[in-house]
């Protein structure tokens, strides 16, 4: 299933599309807040958008990758961004993040914030190679597989 991410391509997706969004996100974030239901609310509400990557295997197209966002008033939320595992390390986390930015700013937005655990490294590389820097810092805001406490930190970014 490797492939280079320019091979990938990267679509708008709303409320009809938060079943499978649903489902990469389980695959790749694991579990959270982000059901089937809750997307469709966020998709539905006119707040929220979502981007889809999408790219050929097996001589077929498939979903390799989301990420979804939410804007209110001049500020964006990354609520969520994955790229099955198959798929990372090509570029493609960095283009779903770029759209975001991209799809945000348009919005009106003129920052975006999100959360991220202090033990994510792959994702910690994504933010800081898009510009994000840390604003904050939740003390033992996630579980770790085992159960631990993990601390968030607030990263943002100003868009222009
Ligand atoms: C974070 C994630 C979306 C990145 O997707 P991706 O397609 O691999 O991203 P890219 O290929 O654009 O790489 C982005 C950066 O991360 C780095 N990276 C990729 N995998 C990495 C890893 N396992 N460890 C450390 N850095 C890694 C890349 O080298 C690149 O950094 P660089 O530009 O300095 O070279 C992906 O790893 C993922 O889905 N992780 C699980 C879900 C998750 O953690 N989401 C974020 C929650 S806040």
């Known amino acids: 299933m490797r492939q280079p991410s320019d091979s990938a391509w990267i679509a708008p997706a709303g409320g ?5 969004i649903a489902g990469l996100h389980a695959e790749t974030v694991g579990d959270g807040p982000w ?3 809750a997307l469709r609310h966020l998709l539905e509400s006119g707040d929220g958008f979502a981007r889809v990557a999408t790219g ?4 077929e197209s498939m979903p390799l990758g989301f ?3 939410r804007v209110i008033a ?8 994955g790229v099955l595992p198959a798929a990372r390390g090509r570029g493609l986390g960095g283009r779903l993040l770029a759209d975001v930015l991209a799809t945000a ?10 959360e991220v655990c202090h033990e994510n490294a792959a994702a910690h590389r994504l933010y800081t190679a898009a510009g994000f820097t840390r604003v904050g810092t939740r003390p033992g805001y996630y579980a770790t597989r085992d ?6 930190e607030v990263l943002a970014r100003a868009l222009a």
């Open 16 to 20: 009809l599309d938060a079943p499978m």
């Open 35 to 37: 059901d089937e239901g």
């Open 56 to 59: 050929r295997a097996y001589g």
């Open 67 to 69: 990420a979804f966002a």
């Open 74 to 81: 001049d500020e964006a939320e990354l609520l969520g961004i």
């Open 105 to 114: 700013g348009q919005r009106g937005a003129r920052r975006i914030v999100l």
């Open 147 to 152: 159960g631990a406490p993990a601390d968030a």
